[in-house]
T-cell receptor, first 113, second 114 residues
Framework: DSGVTQTPKHLITATGQRVTLRCSPR?????VYWYQQSLDQGLQFLIQ???????AKGNILERFSAQQFPDLHSELNLSSLELGDSALYFC????????????FGPGTRLTVL | GNSVTQMEGPVTLSEEAFLTINCTYT??????LFWYVQYPGEGLQLLLK?????DKGSNKGFEATYRKETTSFHLEKGSVQVSDSAVYFC?????????????FGRGTSLIVHP
């Protein structure tokens, strides 16, 4: 158990819909990262927050957005969903925004029908 | 940009065989290097890391040495077990514009037969 929690574990929805994925980092960790894992693209870094502020952006689509709240939990919002958005979405946390290793949650499996 | 290239899998071995999974990288700057492991149905977990040239990371019998001259971080284990069957990811983190950008390889699946 990494100490990072993600909800829900599974999510099934339809094209065009909007969903919100939630992540609670390890106690004391200030940085949260979001990743998308799919068979064809591998593990893609989406976005990072540190202590409530966006710090780095990766391959995140404009239809996707995220935020980190004062209690340090984070939410990833996916809108206008397409079939190709079906993937595993992982959240990870680290103590600071640094070279530290990241601790990954168990993931949310999103299926878009 | 930064990138990590891993050998494609699956790698299939018999128990007690020697394992090597190759990883090479390109990075602007001086990265930290990591190997993560993902067991079926789980998130990634750190296996080992190295933060400077010639450092050797090791854990659970796995080793990898940070080779700056060849920009490589190959993962090795002398004798694999069935329980090592998983997907292995090579990754780097490097400073960029005041933040640290993580880059992961595509992962290499390891299957160990009894």
């Amino acid at each position: 158990d990494s100490g990072v929690t993600q909800t829900p574990k599974h999510l099934i929805t339809a094209t065009g819909q909007r969903v919100t994925l939630r992540c609670s980092p390890r106690s004391g960790d200030l940085s949260v990262y979001w990743y998308q894992q799919s068979l064809d693209q591998g593990l893609q870094f989406l976005i990072q927050y540190y202590n409530g502020e966006e710090r780095a952006k990766g391959n995140i689509l404009e239809r996707f957005s995220a935020q980190q709240f004062p209690d340090l939990h984070s939410e990833l919002n996916l809108s206008s969903l397409e079939l190709g958005d079906s993937a595993l979405y992982f959240c990870a946390s680290s103590v600071k925004q640094s070279r530290d290793e990241q601790f990954f949650g168990p993931g949310t499996r999103l299926t878009v029908l | 940009g930064n990138s990590v290239t891993q050998m494609e899998g699956p790698v299939t071995l018999s128990e007690e065989a020697f394992l090597t999974i190759n990883c090479t990288y390109t990075a602007t700057g001086y990265p930290s290097l990591f190997w993560y492991v993902q067991y079926p149905g789980e998130g990634l977990q750190l296996l080992l890391k190295a933060t400077k040239a010639d450092d050797k990371g090791s854990n659970k019998g796995f080793e990898a040495t940070y080779r700056k001259e060849t920009t490589s971080f190959h993962l090795e284990k002398g004798s694999v077990q069935v329980s090592d069957s998983a997907v292995y990811f090579c990754a780097l983190t490097v400073a960029s514009g005041g933040s640290y950008i993580p880059t992961f390889g595509r992962g290499t699946s390891l299957i160990v037969h009894p």
